[in-house]
């Protein structure tokens, strides 16, 4: 089975602008999370989706939003970017406990 | 929320010593993975572990509920082991997908 997939790879943005990631999970997992990872704050938990609906969400600001399609695949946008979302953003999928990674979508915004 | 404390922060070995990461968590969980963050950023899955013990290889993991507790066993260790690994767990509520993260153990491991 293909692993979960993260596109892109790699993001440059400046201050103000609005970003949007992707993520295709694992085939056949209907569970999508999503994590920010920093040098100050570490790996923090955003959202997770199942069947299209957000059933989780982590303590950050409404900047910060996802979606996920019917065929499970999950998109995560960040609006008026901010210096501090400059981080690895990292997608998991799971068909049930267990969270499989994808590479990661490193983004900067300058 | 739960809290997740890992040590020690940094560890330094010789290739063929062995080595024990150990993870504390505050509160029941239902879900523990082991994760080993490769340079270019990418967490691999080492064990999925919310009780009992597995072993792979030269690794092997033992994680006691009851005791909220983990710990990761790494035996004769390569250069190739080096990293940072992270335990994460699912607390025993309704946290649907949300792993809280330890801040990860940096191991180096030289030739």
């Known amino acids: 089975k293909a692993g979960v997939t993260q596109t892109p790879r790699y993001l440059i943005k400046t201050r103000g602008q609005q970003v949007t990631l992707s993520c295709s999970p694992i085939?056949?997992?209907?569970?999508v999370s999503w994590y920010q990872q920093t040098p100050g704050q570490g790996l923090q938990f955003l959202f997770e989706?199942?069947?299209?609906?957000?059933?989780n969400k982590g303590n950050f600001p409404g900047r910060f939003s996802g979606r996920q399609f019917s065929n499970s695949r999950s998109e995560m946008n960040v609006s008026t970017l901010e210096l501090g979302d400059s981080a690895l953003y990292l997608c998991?999928?799971?068909?049930?406990?267990?969270?499989?990674f994808g590479p990661g979508t490193r983004l900067t915004v300058l | 929320g739960i809290q997740v404390e890992q040590s020690p922060p940094d560890l330094i070995l010789q290739e063929g010593a062995n080595s024990t990461l150990r993870c504390n968590f505050s509160?029941?969980?239902?879900?523990l993975q082991w994760f080993h963050q490769n340079p270019w950023g990418q967490l691999i899955n080492l064990f999925y572990?919310?009780?009992g013990t597995k072993q792979n290889g030269r690794l092997s993991a033992t994680t006691v509920a009851t005791e909220r507790y983990s710990l990761l066993y790494i035996s004769s260790s390569q250069t190739t082991d080096s990293g940072v690994y992270f335990c994460?767990?699912?607390?025993?509520?309704?946290?649907?997908?949300?792993?809280?993260f330890g801040q990860g153990t940096i191991l180096t491991v030289h030739p």
């Open positions: 572990i919310p009780s």
């Open positions: 994460a767990v699912e607390d025993g509520g309704t946290s649907y997908g949300k792993l809280t």
């Open positions: 085939s056949g997992h209907r569970s």
């Open positions: 989706y199942f069947s299209e609906t957000q059933r």
């Open positions: 509160d029941s969980v239902n879900n």
């Open positions: 998991a999928s799971s068909p049930d406990n267990e969270q499989f």
